[in-house]
């Protein structure tokens, strides 16, 4: 009771006792520089997002940030759409794009989740194409496993001019066709397997050539099949579809594409619905269109039901996730009206 300090009580941080009980005003010291404190670390508003730096060198890790084999396809089609412009030509000959109307609505039978197989390997084989085609040519370092003269797939001499005339669009999708019929491979495998091919010409700064797109395309094709097919193809499976390659050639391969990934296998799902809808585009763009159905009675029915099922489980999530009780402040009330139809 009779003490005068307490140690709940303390002065204002803006106001100092002096010796005679004068209030004076607080004074601010002068701020300490970063050389005078003798502390050179950088600031967190200095520091530059990674992220966002490596946004453009990395579209097979960030759904935001362009493809590859998009961005190497607009000259292309720029020069055709030119050209057919000034020779008054349509591409296709004809016309015969089919459009919906109000009696019959025109669908294909790919989505997102279940894509077209033979179409999708079709738009796989033109970004490859694309790819080469387009390709850098400064001198980028030709890495040894992937070259095909080094690690032939076949016991057939190669010509000495192997890797001076680039492969057609045709030889490409043969090539993908063969493995992925032969594997029994899913047509979302393909999607993950230019996936992997964009993240290693982006990882280990090397070009896809004629001398090294057979073996980089087998690499990936090897990879996605087993981070996404859940009974993947074993190498040696592989070996009895390229007759002539050798499990130990399969297994150094694989051992070094993901090395060279970092060992990063993971593909986003936004990622993967990016390179789905860029692979759309491209084939829109080289009118290699997905074949389009008019939509039948049992289509319908199934569309509705599985709108439905979504549905349901939509007002299920959105009844878990009703608040018990709702502040005041920020109360909302949703008033139903009813439809007056004249």
């Given at each position: 009771m009779g003490n005068t300090t307490s140690c709940c009580v303390s002065s204002s941080p803006k106001l100092r006792r002096n010796a005679h009980s004068r209030l004076e005003p607080y004074r601010p010291e002068p701020e300490l520089s970063r050389e005078d404190t003798g502390c050179n670390l950088q600031h967190i508003?200095?520091?530059?997002?990674?992220?966002?730096?490596?946004?453009?060198?990395?579209?097979?890790?960030?759904?935001?940030?362009?493809?590859?084999?998009?961005?190497k396809s607009q000259t292309d089609v720029r020069e055709k759409r030119k050209s057919l412009y000034v020779n008054h030509q349509h591409p296709s000959g004809p016309m015969r794009r089919k459009y919906s109307s109000c009696s019959t609505i025109f669908l294909d039978d790919s989505t997102v989740s279940q894509p077209n197989l033979k179409y999708t390997i079709k738009c796989v084989a033109l970004a490859i194409y694309y790819h080469i085609k387009n390709r850098d040519v400064d001198g980028r370092t030709l890495l040894d496993i992937f070259d095909e003269k080094l690690h032939p797939l076949s016991k057939s001499e190669l010509p000495s001019d192997y890797d001076k005339h680039d492969p057609e669009q045709k030889q490409i999708y043969r090539f993908v066709r063969t493995l992925f019929s032969a594997a029994q491979l899913t047509a979302e495998c393909a999607i993950v397997t230019l996936v992997y091919l964009e993240r290693l010409l982006t990882y280990a700064e090397i070009d896809i050539c004629p001398a090294n797109w057979k073996r980089i395309v087998l690499g990936a094709i090897l990879l996605a099949s087993k981070v996404w097919d859940d009974q993947a193809v074993?190498?040696?499976?592989?070996?009895?579809?390229?007759?002539?390659?050798?499990?130990?050639?399969?297994?150094?391969?694989?051992?070094?594409?993901?090395?060279?990934?970092?060992?990063?296998?993971?593909?986003?799902?936004?990622?993967?619905?990016?390179?789905?809808?860029?692979?759309?585009?491209?084939?829109?763009?080289?009118?290699?269109?997905?074949?389009?159905?008019?939509?039948?009675?049992?289509?319908?029915?199934?569309?509705?039901?599985?709108?439905?099922?979504?549905?349901?489980?939509?007002?299920?999530?959105?009844?878990?996730?009703?608040?018990?009780?709702?502040?005041?402040?920020?109360?909302?009330?949703?008033?139903w009206s009813p439809a007056i139809i004249s």
């Open positions: 508003s200095d520091r530059e997002n990674i992220d966002e730096l490596n946004m453009e060198y990395n579209p097979s890790d960030h759904p935001r940030a362009s493809t590859i084999f998009l961005s074993w190498n040696v499976d592989y070996c009895q579809i390229l007759k002539d390659i050798t499990v130990e050639d399969m297994n150094e391969l694989e051992r070094q594409f993901l090395e060279l990934l970092q060992f990063n296998i993971n593909v986003p799902s936004s990622v993967y619905a990016k390179y789905y809808f860029d692979l759309r585009s491209l084939s829109e763009a080289n009118n290699l269109s997905f074949p389009l159905e008019p939509l039948s009675r049992d289509k319908a029915q199934k569309l509705e039901a599985i709108s439905r099922l979504c549905d349901d489980k939509y007002k299920d999530l959105k009844k878990a996730t009703k608040k018990r009780s709702v502040s005041a402040d920020n109360l909302t009330v949703v008033r």
